[in-house]
């Protein structure tokens, strides 16, 4: 620090001028400590829950842990009462988890949404099959991927396979250090002299996505397709799983191993699924300390946001809309729960792209985030002329500012990307189609949606810190 006074023209502009913070210089010794307790943990979950299903089975052990309970039990039990912590799991691919409020519902749910799914290979129903004494697994990639991203890495295969009887394995392959893992292979370059011409979308194809899953021939000389059959027989032995049992299988093909510090000082976490585990996680950890609140928090944990956010465990299914039902029917209240929704108000919580040195002009400096100046408040997504976009209005733009400066949330603002660049969604336009207020609100990650996404460990635990202020604020909302 200088000791120069600072002239009248400094002074000014310190007043009336916006300047973003980073983030780091604003932590407290205590907070830092806590940052850095939090980021351990969340590499410990990434690394575990690389599937919704993982993320859901993580998050309800957790729930557990800390004494939230199944609704239905809840209810059935009659303990429903303000204070009572509930979760509602859908089909182990969404969870709601929440604390039932001081006021009635019918003042309004406080909703923090993200989503547990995230980009990467599936397998096809009928995947197996055998070529040049190889074996090989089909896939169908699931979301945005970038394909040439996906090719000569350790891969992990996860999931869950219904056998013929209706029962079912769990399966995970590729973690455990002793493990095998799977690759997609490349060309060499001195044979690419075609294959690097192409455009960048185009040199590796989404039927050229095949798993390279074994190489070692059945005994017997007399058999066809040798080696696939000796890959069914360790299969069948493993996992008493035959090749039909594929059809009723969903088994996701992601990238293998933990996820890691980044960098000399250890301030980036590098890993796979960021995008969104990194807000379902900070959702959940701004919810675990929450005692007693006033207004009912819902921590909202959706699957298949990147793909549209449909089906019966996304977004645009009335999931939330049933649980507010439920919500208002056990505090003995008869109401559309649409009513509820209309006064209610949300984070959608997902991540956006942090300007990256090597990509710039993707890029308007004046509206973009950057990796370390905090959670991202994100007005309007979509793309073009704002097509799709839940557009947040300015009063609850301003109620959600205020609040994070009061709180002392180190926060920042910023577009996806240059107007005519492209573009994407999020949740929030789902949240607002049921009458919500509804803001995305989230950490800016680079290489979002690569098999290894990077993130700022002071962006983490400034999202965290800003989803806790949201839930424990008891102001009513009376913004318009
Ligand atoms: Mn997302
Ligand atoms: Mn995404």
Redesign the pocket.
């Known amino acids: 620090m200088s000791t120069k006074e600072k002239s009248a023209a400094e002074k000014l502009k310190e007043k009336l001028a916006y300047k973003q913070k980073n983030s780091w210089d604003a932590l407290s010794d205590d907070e830092y400590q806590e940052a850095m307790a939090i980021c351990e943990e969340y590499k410990e979950f990434l690394s575990l829950a690389k599937t919704e299903r993982e993320s859901v089975d993580y998050f309800i052990n957790k729930c557990k842990e800390k004494g939230f309970s199944p609704l239905d039990e809840l209810q059935n039990e009659n303990r429903l009462k303000p204070g009572a912590k509930f979760y509602i799991n859908n089909r182990n691919k969404a969870l709601i988890i929440g604390i039932v409020g001081q006021k009635a519902i019918t003042e309004g749910v406080r909703v923090i949404g993200s ?1 547990l799914d ?2 990467r290979l599936d397998l096809k129903p009928s995947p197996l099959y055998e070529s040049n004494n190889l074996v090989l697994l089909n896939t169908h990639y699931y ?2 991927v970038k394909k040439y991203q996906w090719v000569t890495i350790p891969l992990a295969l996860h999931g869950r396979v219904v056998l013929g009887d209706g029962t079912y394995k769990d399966i995970v392959i590729g973690e455990d250090p002793a493990d095998p893992v799977f690759t997609i292979t490349d060309l060499l370059p001195h044979l690419s002299k075609d294959q690097m011409q192409k455009k960048l979308a185009e040199a590796i194809t989404g039927e050229g996505l095949n798993i390279l899953a074994g190489s070692k021939p059945y005994p017997d000389k007399e058999v066809k397709e040798r080696v696939k059959l000796a890959v069914l027989q360790k299969l069948n032995e493993e996992y008493g799983i035959v090749e039909e049992d594929f059809i009723s299988a969903e088994l996701e093909v992601v990238p293998a191993g933990p996820a890691r510090d980044l960098g000399f000082d250890r301030s980036m976490v590098i890993g796979y699924g960021q ?2 585990r990194i807000c379902a996680f900070t959702s959940w950890k701004a919810m675990e300390t929450i005692e007693n609140p006033v207004y009912t928090p819902l921590c909202l944990l959706a699957d298949k ?2 793909i549209g956010s449909t089906g019966n465990t996304g977004m645009a299914s009335r999931f939330l809309l049933d649980a507010a039902d439920v919500l208002a029917s056990a505090q003995g209240i008869d109401i559309n729960p649409g009513r509820i929704m209309a006064v209610s108000q949300a984070l959608s919580s ?2 956006s792209a942090a300007i990256d040195p090597n990509y710039e002009e993707v890029m308007d400096k004046m509206n973009s985030p950057v990796l370390g100046n905090g959670v991202l408040l994100t007005k309007y997504t979509g793309s073009g002329g704002k097509y799709t976009a839940n557009d947040a209005h300015a009063e609850f733009v301003g109620a959600i500012r205020k609040l994070f400066n009061e709180a002392g949330v180190i926060w920042q603002t910023g577009e996806l990307g240059k107007v005519d660049q492209g573009g ?1 969604g999020t949740i929030a336009a789902f949240l607002a189609n049921l009458g919500m207020d509804v803001i995305d609100c989230g950490p800016a990650l680079l290489s ?2 690569a098999p290894y996404e990077v993130a700022s460990k002071v962006d983490i635990y400034m999202t965290m810190k800003g989803y806790r202020a949201f839930f424990e604020n008891n102001d009513p909302f009376n913004i318009y």
Do not use: K, S, T
């Open positions: 989503h995230a980009p979301g945005g995008d969104d946001e990147e997902d991540v994407g979002m949606h």
